[in-house]
Nanobody
Framework: QVHLVESGGGLVQAGDSLRLSCLAS????????MGWFRQAPGAAREFVSA???????LYADSVKGRFTISRDNAKNTVYLQMNTLKPEDTAVYYC??????????????????WGQGTQVTVSS
């Protein structure tokens, strides 16, 4: 099993930055695909970004150019650097691990382990 713990959320103003972190318990973290999803109140879970075990990255159009995903395999941690935050970025952000390596990084059902989420609130 994989236990994921997100951190780094908070309340910021539009234009500010945050860095989210997700710590994974698994010793085999380096072979997992990792993703970030978000869910706003009353909305469905939405893909944000993902990074494959090989380092390939993928971003939703809504965050492209503003967010950067990275991973530190030595620390079993994936990061999401969020710059130029907008009110529409307000959501609970979840990290997820794909241990089956299905290859569809933007699909929520490709991920089999999820963190508890961290709240990001962006005010005007």
């Amino acid at each position: 099993q994989v236990h994921l713990v997100e951190s780094g959320g908070g309340l910021v103003q539009a234009g500010d930055s945050l860095r989210l972190s997700c710590l994974a318990s698994a010793r085999t973290f380096s072979v997992f695909h990792m993703g970030w999803f978000r869910q706003a109140p009353g909305a469905a879970r939405e893909f944000v970004s993902a990074i494959s075990r090989s380092g390939m990255t993928l971003y939703a159009d809504s965050v492209k150019g503003r967010f950067t995903i990275s991973r530190d395999n030595a620390k079993n941690t994936v990061y999401l650097q969020m710059n130029t935050l907008k009110p529409e970025d307000t959501a609970v952000y979840y990290c997820a691990a794909d241990t089956t390596l299905g290859g569809v990084l933007a699909a929520y059902d490709a991920y089999d382990f999820w963190g508890q989420g961290t709240q990001v609130t962006v005010s005007s």
